[in-house]
Every structure is written in C-alpha cells, then in structure tokens.
C-alpha cells in the first residue's frame, strides 16, 4: 500500500474572523484523506475571538488557539508551523481558499522530489467579495527548480504567484522558520531564499489550486506602509541574498541591478498624501538606499514636476492589457484542449494508424558533412530503419552519403527548393509525417528563413503532421548589435509560424519548453524532452590500455577535454587549463574534437613552458575517439551557459562512463544536480572548477562513483533505445 504523507494545513488570522470560516471549509473539503487543520488567532482587537468560539463548536476536529499578545506575522506562523507533527505544512491566510485538489497534488509532487523544501501554484486572484478577478501566474518553469538555480531566481524576488505555499517540515525546522526582525511584508520571500541557501530546490505545477484575496486601496494604505516594505527589502538583499551569493562566489552586481529596479518601482509611492515632506524626504533617502540610479533619480525628478500620475495611468493601462491578452489565450488554450481531446478520441475510436507510415526526416546537415546535427540525423534514421520503418532524409547538401534513403534537396532551402521538395513529397502517400530537425542558422538565408518557416506551416494546412526536433531556440536580446536584435525578433516569428503548424515539439533540453511555449499564443500544443544519446560507439573495456600508456608516463595523470573549441568555450577553457597545467607538472591535457590542434597552439602561445604536457591527436574516428575519451582520468568540460541534455560532447563522456567536471549555468536542466554523476562548479568560478579537478585527481575513490553514476545516468536518460522508443510510440 502506497504510504499517504500527513498534512497539516495552518491558517494564522488576525482581525479577520468573518472570512475565516471559509478558509476552514475549503482545508477540510480537501480530496487528499490525511489532512489536519490548525488555526492561530493573533489576538485580534475585533470580532474574531467570538467568531472562532462558534466555528470551535462546528469545526470540533479543527486545533484552535489565541495567542496572548499580537506577535506579529511571522511570529505567528513560526509558532503555528512549530506545533504539528506532520510531514508537510501548508501555510494558508484566514481571507484566502484552497481548491479542492490542492493538497493531493502538490503533495505528490512533494513526494516525487524528496530535495523539494516546498511546493507552489498558479492562483486565482479574488477581490473582497470572493469574486475572481483573473489568473496569478509565474513565467513558465520546469516542475522541479533545483537550490542553486531557485536561489538566483529570487534575486528579483518571490518566483511565487501567492504565498499560499506547502513547505515540507524538516526544511522549516532547518530554516528555524520566519526569520525574527521587522521584515514585513516580505516574511515568506526571506524565508524561500533562506531555504534555497540550505539547499532546498522547489516544485510547482501549472494548475490553479488556489484563490488569493487582493484587497482595493481606496485609503491609500499601502502607499503608507512603502517606508516598512523598502527596509525589508534592503533587509532581505542585505542579511539573506548577499551573504548566500558571497558564499557561492557568485557576482554581486546582479543583485544590485535588481535592487535599482525594485527602487524605481517603488516610486509610486511618493507622492502619497499619507506622506509628510519629512517622510516623503526619509522615503526618497531610503530608496537611494535601495538602489540608486539615473533611472531612480529621472523618478524622483518626474515626481516633482508632477508627472508620476500619468506613469502609473501608463503601467495600469498595460497591466490591463496584458490580463486581456491572458485571458483571450487562456480560453483559446481551453479551446484547443477540448478539440485535441475530442480528435484524440475520435481517433482512438476508428483505430487509425498506419504500419506503413514514412518518417519523411527534413535537416540541414548529414554525414558525411560534420557536425552534430548531422551525426543525430543519422543516428535516428538508422535507428528507425532498424525497427522497421520506412524513412527517407530530406537535406540540402547530402554530400557523398551512401545511405540510400538520403535524397538532395535541388536548390537549396529556398523557394526553388521547396518547390521540388514539394513535387517529391507528392510521390509518397499522404498524410506525410514530417520530422524537422531545427537549427535557425542550419536553412540558410543568415538564419532568417522564414520561406521555410511558412512551408512547414503551409503543409501543415495540408494535412500533413509536422513535428520539430529542436536543437536551437533562437537568438537572445542584447548579445549583438542592432543588426542581431533584428534577427532575433525575425526569430521569434518564426517560432510563431512553427507552432501553429506543428503538431508536437521535441526538445534537445528541458530548457527549449519555457523559451518557446509563451509564443505558442494559447496553443495547445505537447513539448517533450528526447534526449540525444551519443554518437560515439563505446569501444571495448579494455581497449584503451595500450594507448595511455603511449600517451602518459606511469604515474601521470590525463586530463581530458572532448570539443569544438567554439568562440564561447575557448576563452573559458583557456583560462581553466593554463592554471591546471601550471600547478601540476604531472598532468598531461589531451585535446580531442576538431580544432584540438589550433587551440594546442594557442595555449602553447600563451605559455611554451606546458608544450609537453599538451596533446592534440587531430581528426579521429569515432573508434578512437572512444579509446582516447576512455583512457583519461579526468575530462573538463566546460560551459558558458552550463552543463545540458544537449551537449553531445558531454553526453558521450557520460556514455563512457568518465568522471567529468563541468559547470552549472541559465540553461542547466534540474536533473543534473539532484545526480552523483558529475561535479558541477557554477560556470563564473574557474578557480573552483581547477581546485575541484585536482582534488578530482587526487581521490580514486570519488573517481570511481562519478564513473558509476555517469554510466547510470545515461542509462537512465539517455540510452539511444529509450528515444527510439518515445519517437515510435508517439506514432
């Protein structure tokens, strides 16, 4: 029998008793069976005492308790958290409502990620009168949100829609709790970043499994309370978020960017008539304090000339339109849902599926042209054929392949081109199942192709089934010249074009889903992860013996690297191996991959001194390659953006069972830290991932259970039969 965590769900209430009773009600109209309800009153000067005697009355199982003197916030819910024996804890206010489901999923989830510190929802927005005003959301995020990536996260703040949280006990316990001291208002945000800082990573799901009361401010109070929220807040960044950050060596400046625009959003306050000149001046000071600016400063200044009206007009008009825009899209998501739910039905209904449907693969690359595209094109063309099933490869330049299945693309991927394309899919029976391999920059026309773009979306109008295999999003914002902000608006629609022809996306990492989901504007439309097993066969156990003992003298160590040598890990690297080889003398670093011999050189250039403890055997077979990859020790592999499912250089060193020292970055998947398969240095601290390795090099017996869990790792995520298997059962 499957074991039912207990649940204690905490409703701390002050001055709030006529709204409390529908908070009880909706704890105890859980689905989840093992639940307990707790409910402090924080010596409410009101009513609420006598409320909570008649609902003790009707609500026996119900723990009632009245604290003696007003404790405040957090003390109250530091007391309520301390008292039940449950598992978990779900702090919910006395005006606030839980649905139905709220405990039964959000404990799953708990359960599903032991590491998980807490567990938080999307949420309705409800005014005084419990009417719903619209949907609280979070960008997207992926379900489990390891410690270290949740801990920069809140750098800008809570990455929660509302406070109505489930927080596991033993991570409370850890934390000691709310933290004591005048942090009002942002108590929780204070408390999530404390847990992340002990290592506690987050879930979330997508669901709204909860009702969060906004209340008017038609008083203007809570422009009179900006003074308390702006010192809690530099309390916050001060004794909680720059000590945590310090500790992991991470860069300041990034908090202090998000304290200059928390300064400037508060300006909204200053031109409060609960504010006296001396509070106003206190307040402009303590906001200076916060994070001063050119920004903050063109605030105050268009304060004084009158002018904070018509922005705050400005900011509530685009609010409103941006609730308008989630609306229409979350009906049309409902929309669509229905529809695929409907068609899915009907299809289940007839039985229709083709045994002899052909995988018609598109891609811009194969063997024998390089490149990594090229090589998993190959991989999951022979792999299918191999099952069974019909495939033929679409490819501008197929070069001299003699895979026959492989056919030319006549004029490119342009219109010529996919007019011909065209006249060839016509030969084959429809519908036609279409697999894209996508890489903006792999279609030609500087990455902007957007003729290829419309095809796809144009016979997807046809009938035919488009699915994309996504290896790269697009282009980021601010990485470039004007000419390349360009290209990555052009990006973005096409990534419009291709949702609303596609009927699945496959992604190369988890990370691709959030950078690509919000332009699918409303669409309902399945993302999956299908991970890219290497390309490099595994050569025999012992088949690398002989050759380390060619490339080291007894006694040395080899330290690996398997790459490209691309403009973003080449500086990264350099400034990783000079130090490394520099300090030890017996380390030999084996460069592998194409342009290993230009990089030799350019280390060698740096430093003559190291030319022996340099080697770079150039262009290998993959046999070889497996062989080299298998005598190292070590292998660095480091990444600007971190560690991912879609570095195959990494992927192949996992496939050989390597110890392997990388970095964690923006795009590193959550699964890469809860595993023992890799050291992980966050990716701007090169002196920690050298110091990491030669401690690496020093202890056999950590070497051995990084080369265990990277071949489990694999196994588990990555093995070629796993993907095959996804792609075929998707059919």
Not at 160 to 175: D, E, F, G, K, S
Request: with cysteine; aromatic share 10%; glycine share 6%.
């Amino acid at each position: 029998m499957t074991r039912v965590p207990s649940v204690a769900i905490c409703i701390g209430c002050f001055n709030q008793g006529h709204y409390l009773e529908g908070a009880i009600q909706s704890a105890l109209s859980q689905t989840y069976s093992n639940v307990e309800v707790w409910v402090s009153d924080d010596c409410s000067t009101d009513d609420t005492p006598r409320e909570i005697s008649i609902l003790s009355k009707t609500y026996t199982s119900v723990k009632f308790f009245r604290q003696k003197v007003n404790l405040g916030i957090a003390g109250n819910y530091s007391w309520l958290f301390a008292q039940p024996t449950t598992e978990l804890i779900v702090r919910l206010d006395s005006d606030d409502r839980l649905e139905p489901e709220y405990v039964r999923v959000l404990s799953s989830l708990m359960a599903k990620y032991p590491t998980a510190g807490f567990s938080h929802c999307h949420s309705n927005e409800i005014d005084a009168d419990g009417a719903k005003k619209r949907v609280l959301r979070i960008r997207p995020r992926p379900e489990y949100v390891a410690a270290d990536w949740a801990l920069r996260d809140s750098g800008s703040g809570m990455r929660v829609a509302a406070n109505i949280i489930m927080y596991r006990a033993a991570a409370l316990r850890q934390a000691n709790y709310f933290a004591p001291g005048p942090r009002y208002y942002f108590e929780d945000w204070d408390l999530l970043v404390r847990l992340s800082d002990l290592g506690w990573g987050n879930v979330y799901s997508p669901g709204v499994l909860a009702n969060y009361r906004v209340w008017s401010d038609a008083n203007g109070f809570r422009a009179g309370r900006k003074m308390t929220e702006v010192n809690a807040t530099i309390q916050v960044y001060q004794q909680t978020l720059t000590p945590a950050f310090q500790r992991r060596n991470w860069d300041i400046e990034t908090l202090m960017t998000y304290r200059r625009r928390k300064a400037i959003r508060f300006t909204d306050a200053l031109d409060s008539p609960l504010f006296t000149n001396t509070d106003r001046s206190d307040y402009q000071r303590a906001l200076i304090q916060l994070g001063d600016s050119p920004g903050l400063r063109c605030r105050i200044l268009l304060f004084r000339l009158g002018a904070l009206p018509l922005i705050r007009l400005t900011r509530r008009l685009i609010l409103s339109m941006k609730d308008a825009v989630k609306n229409v899209l979350d009906k049309r998501r409902e929309s669509f849902t229905a529809r695929a739910e409907s068609q899915a039905a009907s299809e289940r209904s007839l039985n229709v599926k083709s045994s002899s449907e052909t995988w018609h693969i598109i891609t811009p690359e194969y063997p024998p042209t390089c490149g990594g595209v090229a090589d998993y094109s190959k991989h999951v063309a022979c792999g299918l054929r191999s099952k069974g099933d019909e495939v033929v490869v679409w490819c501008p330049t197929p070069g001299s392949s003699r895979d026959v299945w492989v056919r030319p693309i006549s004029g490119g991927m342009g219109p010529r081109g996919l007019k011909d394309l065209d006249a060839k899919l016509e030969k084959f029976p429809r519908p036609h199942r279409l697999l894209v391999q996508w890489v903006p920059h792999g279609y030609g026309y500087r990455s902007l192709n957007v003729p290829f773009c419309l095809w796809l979306w144009w016979r997807a109008r046809r009938g035919d089934r488009i699915e994309i295999m996504l290896h790269e999003a697009f282009l980021r914002f601010g990485e470039g010249g004007w000419k390349q902000d360009l290209a990555a608006v052009v990006h973005r629609a096409m990534t419009i074009v291709l949702l609303r022809a596609a009927t699945r996306i496959w992604m190369s990492t988890p990370a691709w889903e959030r950078q690509w989901k919000p332009y699918a504007m409303g669409r309902s439309i399945p993302f999956s992860w299908l991970p890219i097993p290497t390309t490099i066969p595994v050569c025999r156990a012992d088949s690398h013996v002989h050759l380390r003992a060619r490339l080291v003298r007894p006694g040395n160590k080899l330290v690996g690297h398997f790459g490209t040598y691309g403009k973003n890990v080449a500086p990264m690297l350099e400034r990783i191996a000079l130090p490394l080889l520099a300090s030890r003398r017996d380390v030999v670093l084996l460069l592998m991959g194409r342009s290993s011999k230009e990089f030799r050189e350019r280390l060698i250039a740096r430093d003559p001194s190291i030319a022996t403890q340099v080697l770079a055997p150039g262009y290998m077979e993959h046999a070889a390659i497996s062989q080299h990859i298998s005598a190292c020790d070590v292998l660095i592999q480091p990444f600007v953006d971190g560690a991912n499912a879609r570095r195959t250089s990494l992927v192949a060193a996992l496939a050989h069972g390597a110890a392997v020292v990388t970095t964690i970055g923006r795009m590193t998947e959550p699964f890469w830290q809860a595993t023992n398969a890799i050291v992980a240095v966050p990716c701007d601290n090169e002196a920690l991932f050298v110091d990491r390795v030669k401690g690496l090099l020093g202890d056999l017996d950590e070497t051995d259970q990084l080369r265990t869990g990277s071949r489990r790792l694999y196994e588990e995520f990555f093995d070629a039969e796993r993907s095959l298997r996804m792609l075929r059962e998707a059919s």
